[in-house]
């Protein structure tokens, strides 16, 4: 049956001086316990606790009399014999005993612990599988919020003034999980506790203005395994996500079960929902008091209207927040095996977008064709001729190695290579997504490429009928 007992000041027995029994008081401590050691010698770490009397060294000998007193017991040693003394001793007197690593001789089990004090997560397999506790602790700890323990204890402080305000226990619920998935939590995430005890204080006076929020979160070029952890733990306190087309399958699914998805995505030259219209149903959503995802790959504020879409937030005032995500060049070019930079190779990288408004300034293309640089060019297959046709007559060299990534980071990922004169047909028929990659380090692809087959541009065509 699972307890959690309180230690503070309380007397705990712990019988051994050794590495395990200090692994043990060093937890005991952190509860607050009161810890006496019973050992013939103490570790040097347990000597200098019982030095500056932050433990209390009770006797080199055990003596049933010293569990008279106590509330539980641990023994630690390596003494078979004498831990089963411990044990019978302690059973004898109704006291919590725990044998390290003997789980017949336990009336209690240290749990393993996910500290986000005040607030306590346990996972134990009952003894028959600690490991697999610990891996279970681990993925958990990943999981959960650092700021689980402030929002846990602000949420203590505010507990008595709720209940006088709302007098049922289903609208005391109600509020706190509205608290705890929306604005408050973030701000708290953020790091801002007084803004979020405001929240809380208007909730409480204005109980009918409810204040979503819009979160932009990256997710990545592809790769479930790239998105942040806290991107992650966004999604699950959606109430709604908006997509786009770039947002993966395996990603989706990790959004939480009951959140609205919508998709609002693009494609060059076949916008599936107008920009104003994204714009605007994000803002009508929050405007409900939803939590507001809008997911877009890889990183929201490289070449992915993010910052537009926040203006927009802004103007309404709406409250906002950014989960960035891996950027495309970064995580397309990194499972393809090509460093953006190398010594040897290129001192700069720069990201060019391939699709821009009609109504912009030109290109640099001399600065763009300058040697001993990477480009990274986005939505650029569409334009594939013209960028090899002007870089090359702006000065960079055609024989300068080029390769197209598609579908980077993903497990049907395809990475083409070739020269600047060949980037036209290297791009024409590779499968969407692509990303455009130009420079010297391009020639590394060979030497380090370490995710899926690839394959050189003489036989990509071939591995295009192969994926279909």
């Known amino acids: ?170 609208e005391r619920r109600r509020f706190w999980e509205r608290a705890f998935r929306g604005r408050f939590a973030s701000l708290m995430a953020a790091g801002n506790s007084q803004a979020a005890e405001q929240v809380l204080e208007d909730a409480l006076a204005h109980p009918e203005r409810e ?89 929201p504020f490289i070449f992915g209207r993010g910052g537009e879409e926040l203006q927009a937030a802004a103007a309404a005032g709406i409250p906002f927040q950014v989960v960035p995500g891996v950027t495309a060049a970064s995580g397309a070019t990194a499972y393809a095996g090509i460093p953006l930079t190398h010594r040897e190779h290129a001192q700069s990288v720069t990201f060019v977008t391939g699709h821009y408004k009609p109504d912009s300034a030109p290109f640099d293309w001399a600065q763009l064709a300058q040697s001993r640089q990477t480009l990274a060019i986005y939505m650029g297959t569409m334009k594939a001729a013209e960028i090899s046709d002007q870089l090359i007559r702006h000065g960079r060299d055609q024989h300068t190695p080029v390769a197209v990534i598609s579908r980077g980071t993903r497990a049907d990922q395809n990475v083409s290579t070739g020269t600047l004169q060949q980037l036209e047909n290297l791009a024409k028929e590779a499968p969407m997504p692509a990303l455009l990659v130009i420079g010297e380090v391009v020639n590394l692809h060979h030497q380090l490429a370490w995710f899926q087959h690839t394959t050189g541009a003489e036989d990509f065509r071939a591995s295009v009928v192969n994926l279909a």
């Open 211 to 299: 204040q979503g929020e819009i979160i932009l979160v990256g997710a990545g070029p592809g790769d479930a395994g790239l998105l942040t952890l806290r991107g992650l733990q966004v999604l699950q306190q959606a109430d709604v996500v908006f997509y786009d087309h770039l947002v993966t399958d395996e990603i989706r699914e990790l959004v939480l079960r009951d959140a609205e998805l919508i998709c609002v995505g693009k494609r060059a030259g076949k916008h599936a929902v107008p920009q104003h219209e994204t714009n605007q149903m994000l803002i009508a959503a929050a405007r409900e008091g939803k939590t507001v995802v809008r997911l877009k790959g890889g990183d």
């Open 1 to 170: 049956m699972p307890l959690f007992a309180v230690l503070k000041d309380r007397p705990v027995l712990v019988v051994g001086g050794g590495e395990i029994a200090s692994r043990k008081i060093t937890f005991l401590r952190r509860a607050g316990a009161n810890v006496q050691v019973v050992a013939a010698r103490l570790d040097p770490e347990l000597a200098v606790l019982a030095e500056q009397q932050h433990i209390h060294w009770l006797a080199t000998a055990f003596a049933e009399a010293q569990l008279d007193s106590v509330f539980l017991v641990i023994a630690a040693t390596n003494d078979s014999e004498l831990n089963q003394r411990v044990f019978a001793a302690a059973n004898a007197r109704h006291r919590l005993v725990n044998v390290v690593d003997n789980q017949p001789l336990c009336s209690f089990i240290f749990p393993s612990i996910v500290d986000r004090s005040p607030l306590l997560v346990a996972v134990s397999s009952g003894g028959n599988a600690p490991v697999l506790a610990r891996l279970l602790r681990e993925k958990l700890e990943a999981l959960l919020p650092k700021d689980l323990g402030k929002m846990a204890a602000v949420a203590g402080r505010w507990r008595e003034r709720i209940k006088t305000h709302l007098h049922s226990t289903a």
